[in-house]
């Protein structure tokens, strides 16, 4: 079945510091592939998305390109800041089927981002 | 949240008691999902209803029951709740482009 691997962190960084978090995937298709976000107390919050190969999902200054060749999908942002301290999920899609879209998510890494 | 609500936020449960967790969505979509979230396990497909009229188990359905009471609520139900059930849950609704979007989530204890 599909699978979603994601560094278990937690990710501790200064602000302005470069935060990359890796995500690697298997899946039978040709999957649709998400981050998000969830900041504490609060819901799960689409961050970015990229749907076919090649692709490069960019919101608020993080960015992932869908890498079918090493099916990953790692998040990266040049320059942190302490807003951005939070939890952050990978998933993926195998796109709508008969009985609905199922999201497969990876386990969730934590960033610390100290001032 | 995309306009997904649900009830109650936070709800504290002595093992053997009922509950029912409440969704409800002013999209008009379809397809209506509930998850679980536990510590470094990411978020977990309990049930989900494709359409009005239909549910289907997920990842992790035992001891949950549904309901698509209509296209805009999608109930979950604790019939006798155990410590196991503690969790946040989620509900969540699809977007256009295969992502779903999520409520704010019930933070339940079962002591």
């Known amino acids: 079945g599909d699978s979603v691997t994601q560094m278990e962190g937690p990710v501790t960084l200064s602000e302005e510091a470069f935060l990359t978090i890796n995500c690697t995937y298997t899946?039978?298709?040709?999957?649709?592939l998400f981050w998000y976000v969830q900041y504490p107390g609060e819901g799960l919050q689409l961050l970015l998305k990229a749907t076919k190969a090649d692709d490069k999902g960019s919101n608020k200054g993080f960015e992932a390109t869908y890498r079918k060749e090493t099916t990953s999908f790692h998040l990266e942002k040049g320059s942190v800041q302490v807003s951005d301290s939070a939890v952050y999920f990978c998933?993926?899609?195998?796109?709508?089927?008969?009985?609905?879209?199922?999201?497969?998510f990876g386990g969730g890494t934590r960033v610390l981002v100290k001032p | 949240n995309a306009g997904v609500t649900q009830t109650p936020k936070f709800q504290v449960l002595k093992t053997g008691q009922s509950m029912t967790l409440q969704c409800a969505q002013d999209?008009?979509?379809?397809?209506m999902y509930w998850y679980r979230q536990d510590p470094g396990m990411g978020l977990r497909l309990i049930y989900y209803?494709?359409?009005?009229?239909?549910?289907d188990k997920g990842e992790v359905p035992n001891g949950y029951n549904v309901s698509r009471l209509n296209k805009r609520e999608f109930s979950l139900r604790l019939e006798s709740a155990a410590p196991s059930q503690t969790s946040v849950y989620f509900c969540?609704?699809?977007?256009?482009?295969?992502?779903?979007?999520f409520g704010p989530g019930t933070r339940l204890t079962v002591t």
């Open positions: 899946a039978t298709g040709y999957p649709s």
């Open positions: 999209m008009n979509h379809n397809s």
């Open positions: 209803s494709a359409s009005e009229g239909t549910t």
């Open positions: 998933a993926l899609s195998e796109g709508m089927m008969a009985a609905g879209n199922k999201l497969t």
């Open positions: 969540a609704i699809d977007g256009v482009s295969y992502e779903q979007y």
